[in-house]
């Protein structure tokens, strides 16, 4: 083969790795993709872990969750942006996220999946008390 076939196949291969993997979700990631859709216009890193502490009952660190934002939107699944100061005097800016069409189709796909593996399993989990 010559260098540059090989250079074709290995690119051809790591399109094909990122395409299979590319919906795939930790369970850390989905619920901060959820709740920001959930939270809409008011999706900042304070709202965000309230609302995942009172789900879960458990709160994520802060750096856990500034690290995950950003891995979200290097995937492509959030876009943020600076909200416009607060009105009061030295009032701050906050960072806003929003989904991407990328991140809808990430927690569609991640439905999809939670739905095909409870399918059938509704009854015998209620039967588990």
Same mark, same amino acid.
């Given at each position: 083969m010559t260098f540059r076939l090989i250079y074709i196949y290995v690119f051809k291969?790591? +399109? !094909?790795? #990122? %395409?299979?993997? #590319? !919906? %795939? @979700?930790?369970?850390? %990631?989905?619920? +901060? =993709?959820?709740?920001? =859709?959930? @939270?809409? %216009?008011n999706a900042y890193i304070i709202t965000l872990r309230r609302h995942i502490k009172d789900i879960t009952g458990t709160s994520i660190n802060y750096g856990s969750m500034c690290n995950t =934002? /950003?891995? @979200? +939107?290097?995937?492509? !699944? =959030?876009? /943020?942006?600076?909200?416009?100061?607060?009105p009061r005097q030295g009032g701050r800016r906050k960072v806003l996220y929003s989904l991407t069409p990328e991140g809808r189709r990430a927690l569609k796909k991640a439905y999809e999946i939670q739905k095909l593996a409870w399918d059938g399993l509704e009854k015998t989990i209620m039967e588990c008390d």
């Open positions: 291969l790591k +399109i !094909y790795i #990122m %395409e299979k993997h #590319m !919906y %795939e @979700l930790t369970k850390h %990631e989905e619920l +901060i =993709l959820l709740a920001i =859709l959930k @939270l809409k %216009e =934002l /950003s891995a @979200l +939107i290097r995937k492509g !699944y =959030l876009r /943020s942006r600076e909200s416009d100061p607060e």
